[in-house]
């Protein structure tokens, strides 16, 4: 605003200024800083692992996704198969539910990685759980015939690829994070 004193007083490009230190504040030609952490470092370029190492973690990166992807897809069938196979209510809506959570958990990760960011523990051990809970519910709650072994089969396989990936993001962590 025109007539504050403190704007006469700090001229403009003046680094010892008041302002410098305001949230947003950049000097020319600097990136504005993100508040994420992401992309912080001075030396943006440079990957101080040795080749093996960028190989293995570039390799973990791939097969990270297809897995997330594998396990999104089963948690799409787990949705749907309740509507191509004998149901009862119940099962109906617990297949349903557990497998739309699994899906958009699973996507969710696939969406990270496919943007270099890490899989989340958390999202993964959660899919690991809803996937545990799948092999319970076929019996839990009574399903029969083809719907009892589909979701006890979908239920295996995604709390086996959601523990890997958990097991995954852990090491991934354990590798980035310096030892004190």
């Not at 302002?19 to 370029?45: A, F, I, K, L, W």
């Not at 349903?96 to 996507?107: E, F, P, R």
């Not at 890490?118 to 959660?126: A, Q, R």
Request: glycine fraction near 10%; hydrophobic fraction near 45%; charged fraction near 20%.
């Amino acid at each position: 605003m025109p007539g504050r004193d403190d704007e006469a007083a700090s001229p403009v490009g003046d680094p010892s200024a008041d302002d410098v230190d305001e949230p947003g504040h950049t000097e020319p030609g600097e990136q504005p800083d993100s508040g994420t952490g992401y992309g912080d470092r001075d030396d943006q370029g440079i990957d101080r692992r040795d080749d093996t190492t960028q190989l293995a973690s570039e390799e973990r990166r791939r097969k990270t996704v297809a897995v997330s992807a594998i396990t999104a897809a089963v948690g799409l069938w787990v949705a749907i198969s309740v509507f191509l196979l004998d149901a009862a209510t119940a099962s109906i809506w617990n297949n349903v539910l557990v497998g739309l959570l699994v899906l958009l958990a699973a996507g969710y990760n696939v969406y990270r990685l496919s943007n270099d960011v890490p899989l989340s523990i958390g999202v993964s051990t959660l899919v690991a759980l809803l996937g545990i809970w799948l092999i319970v519910a076929a019996a839990l709650l009574e399903m029969l015939g083809g719907l009892f072994w589909s979701t006890l089969a979908s239920g295996l396989l995604i709390a086996g690829l959601a523990g890997y990936n958990a097991y995954e993001a852990r090491e991934a962590q354990a590798v980035t994070q310096p030892t004190q």
